[in-house]
């Protein structure tokens, strides 16, 4: 073939593929994941033993199979395997390997462990939500992401609202609590993870503030992200302030680039300001820096060192192996008293709304429950993704999508140090979907596979 200016003909305007339409597959999975994330933030039974946690487990694990059944059983297969495998970019590549042998080393922790049947539920239900890191890469979230964030966001906004009316003395449930700590909690049931889920939903209504072209998108990103702050700032909880800080520099870092220091020093001053005017954010504060100056860091921490301690404790006796996937909260109390022998010193918790069945820390009861190989493995595949999602961030055709995964994953991170994130369906739910989509922008998987 020839050009044609050398031929002398008149090139023929190329004609466009009409643009593929939308499955029915394709719409119960977007509908399913819909339901997730509007009902592991909303849904409540009070009937239940557990009335918050329960319904919320429900609906993710329900709708993760639905939506993975639906997205994953009509697809077809654009190129094979190989072929897929060898234009990975690297840093896809390393993530989708390391998370791989974390699975199958969970698996035999699990098959090692001496809590086996304990191990071998948690290990169903781990990889149940693992669906969510799958459905997150295919193409029905591609398409249907913009109604994923906005589910999200909405449901998200709903129970900051709800929580600020709490704040006032407005109840809308009744609730039976021990101390006030909870009464703020709204539909989440818990201030600590209504917290850490409005702050990935204020990273979130910030990418969407500073990447949209539509005035009114803005806008109600906005609105939505004053919302969200003020909820933060009622409820001051220092991991979720942290973790919005964390995730906002790194989402103004990769939208900016050079030009991210004005933006982020604004956020900051922004913060700093909250702390010296609202009452709440300067008392807790007076009361961290108190505890920094007096080294009482069980104060500072809210008493997770027992926690923490407990989990160094279990990694030290099974260092390998682990104890298996769901078994720190079987094995706390027995190697919180052997951490205080060994240190010599008491791991007490005066608060009585407190509990353990979780270190508090996603790393380290990743390694106590699944051993060192485990939990290195994990953390590579984390660490992976961020890099391949940092990297699609300076491309020019999915930059604003790219620093706004960049922000959520690295404030769940963030959150992960000393909370637990990943275990709990209101914040894993939109965390693994997010961690699935980055990995599908840090692969360069097209959106629209050919036909």
Same mark, same amino acid.
Request: one cysteine or more.
């Given at each position: 073939?020839?050009?044609?200016?050398?031929?002398?003909?008149?090139?023929?305007?190329?004609?466009?593929?009409?643009?593929?339409?939308?499955?029915?597959?394709?719409?119960?999975?977007?509908?399913?994941?819909?339901?997730?994330?509007?009902?592991?933030?909303?849904?409540?039974?009070?009937?239940?033993?557990?009335?918050?946690?329960?319904?919320?487990?429900?609906?993710?694990?329900?709708?993760?199979?639905?939506?993975?059944?639906?997205?994953?059983?009509?697809?077809?297969?654009?190129?094979?395997?190989?072929?897929?495998?060898?234009?990975?970019?690297?840093?896809?590549?390393?993530?989708?390997?390391?998370?791989?042998?974390?699975?199958?080393?969970?698996?035999?922790?699990?098959?090692l462990s001496p809590r086996r049947t304990l191990s071998l539920d948690s290990l169903r239900a781990m990889f149940v939500y693992l669906l969510l890191v799958a459905l997150g890469a295919s193409v029905p979230v591609a398409r249907g992401?913009?109604?994923?964030?906005?589910?999200?966001?909405?449901?998200?906004?709903?129970?900051?609202?709800?929580?600020?009316?709490?704040?006032r003395g407005v109840q809308p449930l009744r609730l039976e609590t021990f101390g006030t700590r909870n009464l703020t909690g709204a539909l989440a049931g818990n201030v600590g993870?209504?917290?850490?889920? $409005?702050? *990935? =939903?204020? @990273?979130? !209504?910030?990418?969407? &503030?500073?990447?949209? +072209?539509? /005035?009114?998108?803005? %806008?109600? #990103?906005?609105?939505?992200?004053?919302?969200?702050?003020?909820?933060?700032?009622?409820?001051?909880?220092?991991?979720?302030?942290?973790?919005?800080?964390?995730?906002?520099?790194?989402?103004?870092?990769?939208?900016?680039?050079?030009?991210?220091?004005?933006?982020?020093?604004? $956020?900051? *001053? =922004?913060? @700093?300001? !909250?702390?010296?005017? &609202?009452?709440?954010? +300067?008392? /807790?504060?007076?009361? %961290?820096? #108190?505890?920094?100056?007096?080294?009482?860091?069980?104060?500072?921490?809210?008493?997770?060192?027992?926690?923490?301690?407990?989990?160094?404790?279990?990694?030290?006796?099974?260092?390998?192996?682990?104890?298996?996937?769901?078994?720190?909260?079987?094995?706390?109390?027995?190697?919180?008293?052997? =951490?205080?022998?060994? !240190?010599?010193?008491?791991?007490?918790?005066?608060?009585?709304?407190?509990?353990?069945?979780? #270190?508090?820390?996603?790393?380290?009861?990743?390694?106590?429950?699944?051993?060192?190989?485990?939990?290195?493995?994990?953390?590579?595949?984390?660490?992976?993704?961020?890099?391949?999602?940092?990297?699609?961030?300076?491309?020019?055709?999915?930059?604003?999508?790219?620093?706004?995964?960049?922000?959520?994953?690295?404030?769940?991170?963030?959150?992960?140090?000393?909370?637990?994130?990943?275990?709990?369906?209101?914040? #894993?739910?939109?965390?693994?979907?997010?961690?699935?989509?980055?990995?599908?922008?840090?692969?360069?998987?097209?959106?629209?596979?050919?036909?």
């Amino acid at each position: 073939m020839r050009p044609a200016a050398l031929t002398g003909r008149r090139a023929q305007p190329a004609i466009p593929l009409p643009a593929r339409r939308i499955a029915v597959s394709e719409v119960i999975a977007i509908a399913s994941l819909v339901a997730v994330l509007a009902g592991t933030a909303l849904l409540v039974d009070p009937a239940a033993h557990a009335s918050f946690d329960a319904p919320k487990r429900l609906v993710a694990t329900a709708g993760a199979v639905v939506a993975a059944f639906a997205a994953f059983a009509f697809a077809r297969r654009s190129r094979g395997l190989l072929v897929s495998w060898r234009a990975l970019p690297p840093a896809a590549r390393i993530a989708l390997v390391t998370v791989m042998i974390a699975l199958v080393w969970s698996a035999l922790s699990a098959a090692l462990s001496p809590r086996r049947t304990l191990s071998l539920d948690s290990l169903r239900a781990m990889f149940v939500y693992l669906l969510l890191v799958a459905l997150g890469a295919s193409v029905p979230v591609a398409r249907g992401r913009s109604a994923l964030a906005t589910t999200f966001l909405a449901a998200t906004a709903a129970n900051a609202a709800i929580s600020l009316l709490q704040s006032r003395g407005v109840q809308p449930l009744r609730l039976e609590t021990f101390g006030t700590r909870n009464l703020t909690g709204a539909l989440a049931g818990n201030v600590g993870y209504l917290t850490i889920t $409005v702050a *990935l =939903a204020a @990273v979130l !209504a910030l990418g969407i &503030a500073i990447s949209t +072209r539509r /005035r009114s998108t803005r %806008a109600a #990103a906005l609105a939505a992200l004053v919302l969200l702050l003020a909820t933060l700032v009622v409820n001051r909880n220092l991991t979720a302030l942290v973790s919005f800080a964390v995730g906002t520099t790194a989402l103004l870092a990769a939208a900016f680039g050079r030009r991210s220091i004005a933006p982020i020093g604004a $956020v900051i *001053l =922004a913060l @700093v300001l !909250a702390v010296v005017a &609202a009452a709440p954010l +300067r008392q /807790r504060a007076a009361t %961290a820096i #108190a505890a920094v100056r007096a080294g009482d860091w069980d104060r500072l921490t809210t008493y997770r060192t027992g926690a923490w301690a407990a989990a160094l404790e279990m990694i030290r006796e099974r260092p390998v192996a682990g104890w298996g996937p769901g078994t720190y909260a079987a094995e706390f109390v027995p190697h919180r008293l052997r =951490a205080e022998i060994r !240190a010599r010193r008491r791991f007490v918790n005066p608060l009585v709304t407190s509990s353990y069945s979780e #270190a508090h820390c996603d790393y380290l009861q990743a390694f106590a429950e699944g051993g060192i190989p485990g939990g290195m493995a994990a953390i590579v595949a984390a660490g992976a993704l961020v890099v391949g999602v940092g990297r699609r961030a300076r491309s020019r055709t999915s930059r604003g999508e790219a620093a706004i995964l960049l922000g959520i994953l690295v404030a769940g991170a963030a959150a992960a140090l000393t909370w637990f994130p990943l275990q709990r369906p209101i914040t #894993a739910a939109p965390l693994l979907l997010a961690a699935g989509r980055g990995w599908r922008l840090a692969a360069d998987w097209p959106d629209e596979p050919p036909p």
